[in-house]
């Protein structure tokens, strides 16, 4: 029988790229192949010469339809099949190809926030819930507003295939987080996008909105980020925490160029409150929340591992986020 490929993509939406998807029924056999779609709907392309194409990049099984229905991430690409502007994910390629032999790893924490009728999940009409603190990890009665959600997208995530590792409630009530790795890149931005997808549509039928959004109330609550922990094979061998301090002081040196690159909003969550450390300013420690990179205890514990950069919003595109790490890392470590 034929089959359902559902094909996703990121568009050209500013500041932030949405994601998009549309249906192919595949014929029996076939593979998701290339195919299109009018760019000038989606901030690609104008009207007079609006096709794109759509070239698949990583396909899995589609957990929210029937056996052998797929989940096709694809890239974009103009009709002379040489990348799209908007196309983060080429770039992202060649960077890991040039340093394929330092083994780049990652595993992002996803954070997100659930809204309801321009608030978010579980809050009440006027006013707020009760201040943070029991909602981290919490459980019980109505402080965990969308669990029945993450039950539904985990569940979606394995049985698709994806790597997905762990959730968890955050510190804003209606906040949760999602862990994808440990992969290489351009792997790492294929999953998290697809698990982003799945996100976005298993909430619909909740009435909810899952957002990216990296400081969706401000004041004394917490923002959502996108924790990016990196590795390469120096780092994780014996004797590694010399590359894991080499990597740390190479974040150091770029630092307004990583910013920028971090996700729209950045200025707003990274305040220096709230586990954060200020947009501006540099820092790295062990177990330190309010560093830009944090090296777990158990990671100085073993002198091998990897770090983990905390200034990524939630709302980053894993994309330039893990080429741009790999590039500043491997480069200084090839140069040292
Ligand atoms: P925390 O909330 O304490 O910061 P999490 O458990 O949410 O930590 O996430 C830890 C992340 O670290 C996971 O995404 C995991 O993939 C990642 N990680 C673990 N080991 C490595 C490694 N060697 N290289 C890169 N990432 C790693
Ligand atoms: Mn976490
Ligand atoms: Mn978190
Ligand atoms: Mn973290």
């Known amino acids: 029988m034929s089959y359902q490929a559902e094909y996703i993509w990121i568009d050209g939406t500013k500041p932030s790229p949405l994601v998009r998807s549309k249906t192919k029924i595949v014929g029996d056999g076939k593979e998701p192949g290339i195919w299109g779609f009018d760019g000038s709907s989606t901030n690609q392309a104008d009207g007079s010469s609006s096709d794109c194409v759509l070239a698949p990049v990583f396909v899995c099984d589609d957990p929210l339809r029937q056996p052998g229905d797929k989940l096709v991430?694809?890239?974009?690409?103009?009709?002379?099949?040489t990348p799209h502007p908007t196309n983060t994910r080429a770039a992202c390629v060649a960077v890991a190809d040039k340093y394929a032999d330092q083994e780049p790893w990652f595993g992002v924490e996803q954070e997100y926030t659930f809204l309801q009728n321009g608030r978010p999940l579980g809050w009440p009409e006027n006013g707020f819930?009760?201040?943070?603190g029991p909602y981290y990890c919490g459980v019980g009665g109505d402080k965990m507003p969308g669990r029945e959600i993450v039950e539904r997208h985990t569940l979606a995530c394995m049985q698709a295939g994806l790597s997905i590792e762990g959730t968890n409630a955050e510190v804003m009530m209606g906040q949760w987080e999602f862990q994808i790795g440990i992969l290489a890149p351009p792997l790492i931005g294929d999953q998290l996008w697809v698990a982003r997808w799945l996100l976005f549509r298993i909430a619909e039928d909740f009435?909810?909105?899952?957002?990216?959004?990296?400081?969706?109330?401000?004041?004394?609550?917490?923002?959502?980020?996108?924790?990016?922990?990196?590795?390469?094979?120096?780092?994780?061998?014996?004797?590694?925490?010399?590359?894991?301090?080499?990597?740390?002081?190479?974040?150091?040196t770029?630092?307004?160029?990583?910013?920028?690159?971090?996700?729209?909003?950045?200025?707003?969550?990274?305040?220096?409150?709230?586990?954060?450390?200020?947009?501006?300013?540099?820092?790295?420690?062990?177990?330190?929340?309010?560093?830009?990179?944090?090296?777990?205890?158990?990671?100085?514990?073993?002198?091998?591992?990897w770090l983990e950069d905390r200034r990524p919003n939630a709302n980053m595109d894993p994309y330039v986020v893990s080429r741009i790490i790999t590039e500043t890392v491997c480069s200084a470590a090839i140069g040292s």
């Open 129 to 132: 819930p009760a201040p943070q």
């Open 207 to 252: 009435d909810v909105w899952a957002t990216l959004e990296p400081k969706p109330i401000a004041g004394d609550w917490n923002g959502a980020g996108a924790h990016t922990n990196f590795s390469t094979k120096a780092m994780r061998g014996d004797g590694g925490w010399d590359a894991i301090i080499a990597g740390c002081e190479a974040l150091g």
């Open 254 to 305: 770029r630092v307004d160029e990583h910013v920028a690159n971090y996700g729209v909003g950045i200025e707003s969550r990274l305040t220096g409150a709230h586990e954060t450390a200020h947009f501006s300013t540099f820092s790295y420690g062990t177990s330190d929340r309010g560093a830009s990179i944090r090296i777990p205890w158990a990671v100085a514990r073993d002198k091998k591992g």
């Open 73 to 81: 991430m694809c890239e974009v690409l103009l009709p002379d099949m």
